[in-house]
């Protein structure tokens, strides 16, 4: 098992502010690795692939495992706090969203690959809820995913910090006062 204490995952359904608030909290010195997932809708869509969640998802969701573990593998060495757009826990919601049954080895993934143990989530918020062309779910897609991330990150002893709704820079500070309580490490 890998545990990396000074990684913290961002996470909650589409559209809610997810890379927003890791740009303010980026402002104010704090690293973030930006969400594979929409890296591998790009590529997928560039490329004319089918590894895209609206086309082949056991393929896009093999994808994202294993982008996710590259993606915290990379970063190992990093000591001071780094901020994740998704864990690999994601991973394991969406497979639960998307009716798949896990492989094991995603079951062996999720436990192998450890982030501190407090996430921030974020809950749905439909006044600032839109689509795009990566993100097709419709709002009520977005309070499903929600639903289905609080159990999973729960399930795999992790405790769900929710994030309050405000701007940027209020989330920002919430998330830092949080950090504060529980670490001193600054970036």
């Given at each position: 098992m890998i545990y990396k204490p000074n990684f913290f995952v961002i996470t909650g359904g589409p559209g809610v502010g997810k890379t927003t608030l890791l740009?303010?909290?980026?402002k104010?010195?704090?690293?973030?690795v930006p969400e594979v997932a929409r890296e591998i809708i790009r590529e997928q869509v560039a490329r004319n692939g089918n590894a895209l969640p609206w086309a082949n998802i056991p393929a896009y969701t093999h994808?994202?495992?294993?982008?996710?573990?590259?993606?915290f593998e990379q970063h190992q060495k990093q000591e001071?706090?780094?901020?994740?757009d998704r864990g690999?826990?994601?991973?394991?919601?969406?497979?639960?969203?998307?009716?798949?049954?896990?492989?094991?080895?995603?079951?062996h993934t999720v436990q192998d690959f450890r982030y501190n143990p407090q996430v921030f989530i974020l809950?749905?918020?439909?006044?600032?809820y839109e689509t795009d062309s990566e993100r097709?779910?419709?709002y009520q897609e977005a309070v499903e995913t929600y639903d289905v991330m609080l159990v999973t990150y729960q399930q795999l002893?992790?405790?769900?910090?929710?994030?309050?709704?405000?701007?940027?820079e209020e989330r920002a500070e919430f998330v830092i006062s949080v950090l504060k309580k529980h670490t001193t490490n600054r970036p």
């Open positions: 740009e303010a909290l980026a104010q010195g704090f690293p973030y994808l994202m495992l294993s982008r996710s573990v590259e993606s001071s706090v780094l901020f994740f690999i826990p994601d991973t394991l919601a969406y497979v639960h969203l998307t009716h798949q049954s896990p492989s094991p080895e995603l079951q809950p749905p918020w439909p006044e600032i097709k779910q419709t002893d992790y405790i769900p910090i929710i994030v309050p709704k405000g701007t940027p």
